[in-house]
């Protein structure tokens, strides 16, 4: 749908460049567009600046062009950032507003404490009509600096619809193949994953690896485009195992393909659980063992696993008393983090400190849908997590790091 955006400042064959780039954002665009004029501005990813020096000539150098930030030292500080770009300024004063777009901007938070506060209040400090926008996928709140900063305008994107992804979807149409078909097969891969995963690009990466499979049966003849229902039995399970992929990527397309192929041709398609392992860094394994430990676990049973023993249990018989039914088909518990942090750092092999990273770690565990967390996040009381993985996914990550978690579980004793 174009001709949505109109204003005055903008041609309106850019306003339709935008509307055909970002669908099904007009409201957002918008208003974006109602409150910026002309945009000569840096963008600066903070996943290639990984040091403020990066930041700094980038800036200069969008601004003032190369030989601006030529004569930067080679680790500028802050003020001899401020003070090189007043100096710019006085040679080349804006005509509208410049803007600093920051993309991926929750890695400022790996920065030094004072480059975010700064940026929020870089008007003042270069007495110029420059703007800071910051773009992240998490809320403002989950890095706003401790120290006292400037409070940012908010403008929220909300996840798109299941409407709006059929829409933008539907528009990758293969060209082999027509639009209706296409937009059948987004339908189909919708309704398998738009439970599980809202995220565009990880649908659009799943819709482009499973249309080949999704095709077969119409490239050896057996079928009619407009036998959907057939097309469908025929994805269906393919479709069900990819869900095991959302979000982790353990395996390349041409893998998955050739995954596919071993299958068809008789052969045993191992599951993907044995690899969706691959991806994590090496402390979240031991924290999803001890996330699972912790679900399926009874939590007076600790003490007899874990303490004094540094992962070794002793060979005794543990009875269980008054237990009726498998922890396992009750399904998984929900514990406290100190409780998930107590039985980590008993089962790790190596002595870890309790730093920020293993907190991230817990962040991005839940984020990957691994790990789910049930208390709210304005409670007083500590958070609560439960594992939402199978025992063969977990089996699979444990064999990667040498640790038998069979050896721990209080069902299998």
């Known amino acids: 749908m174009t001709g949505v955006l109109h204003h005055p400042g903008y041609a309106d064959e850019k306003l339709q460049r935008v509307e055909q780039l970002i669908p099904c954002r007009e409201l957002q665009a918008g208003m974006l567009v109602s409150l910026m004029g002309q945009l000569p501005h840096a963008a600066v990813s903070c996943v290639e600046c990984v040091s403020a020096a990066l930041l700094y000539e980038r800036v200069l150098t969008s601004f003032f062009g ?38 991926k901007a929750e890695l ?62 539907s528009t990758d149409s293969h060209p082999s193949y027509s639009a209706e078909l296409y937009s059948s097969y987004i339908n189909i891969l919708l309704g398998v994953f738009y439970s599980v995963c809202r995220d565009l690009r990880e649908l659009r990466h799943l819709a482009a690896l499973n249309f080949n499979k999704f095709c077969e049966p119409l490239t050896e003849g057996k079928v009619k485009e407009t036998e959907t229902h057939k097309l469908w039995r025929n994805i269906e399970p393919h479709l069900k195992k990819a869900m095991q992929t959302v979000y982790i990527r353990e395996v390349s397309s041409l893998q998955w393909e050739q995954m596919q192929q071993t299958e068809d041709e008789g052969g045993a398609l191992r599951g993907l659980s044995a690899h969706t392992h691959v991806e994590l860094p090496y402390y979240s394994k031991f924290l999803l063992i001890a996330a699972y430990l912790a679900s399926y676990n009874p939590a007076r049973t600790d003490k007899r696993f874990f303490v004094k023993h540094h992962g070794k249990i002793r060979k005794t018989n543990f009875l269980k008393k008054n237990e009726k039914t498998s922890n396992h088909l009750l399904g998984p518990k929900p514990f406290a983090l100190d409780r998930l942090l107590a039985i980590f750092y008993s089962v790790v092999d190596s002595r870890v400190a309790p730093t920020a990273s293993i907190f991230s770690q817990i962040s991005s565990l839940v984020t990957l849908q691994l790990l789910t967390q049930i208390s709210h996040t304005d409670q007083l009381d500590a958070p609560k997590y439960k594992c939402s993985i199978s025992l063969d996914f977990i089996s699979a990550v444990s064999r990667t790091v040498n640790f038998d978690i069979v050896k721990y579980l209080y069902d299998f004793l």
Not at 83 to 102: C, G, N
Not at 121 to 149: A, H, M, Y
């Open 66 to 103: 190369r030989s601006a930030a030529s004569f930067l030292p080679r680790s500028p500080s802050l003020s001899e950032f401020v003070r090189l770009y007043r100096h710019q300024r006085s040679q080349s004063p804006a005509e509208q507003t410049r803007y600093i777009v920051m993309e």
């Open 108 to 169: 400022l938070r790996d920065a030094d404490a004072n480059l975010l506060p700064a940026l929020l209040r870089l008007q003042e400090l270069v007495d110029d009509n420059i703007t800071v926008i910051l773009l992240s996928e998490i809320v403002w709140e989950k890095f706003r600096p401790n120290t006292g900063c400037f409070e940012p305008l908010l403008l929220h994107f909300p996840d798109y619809s299941k409407g709006e992804l059929q829409q933008i979807l």
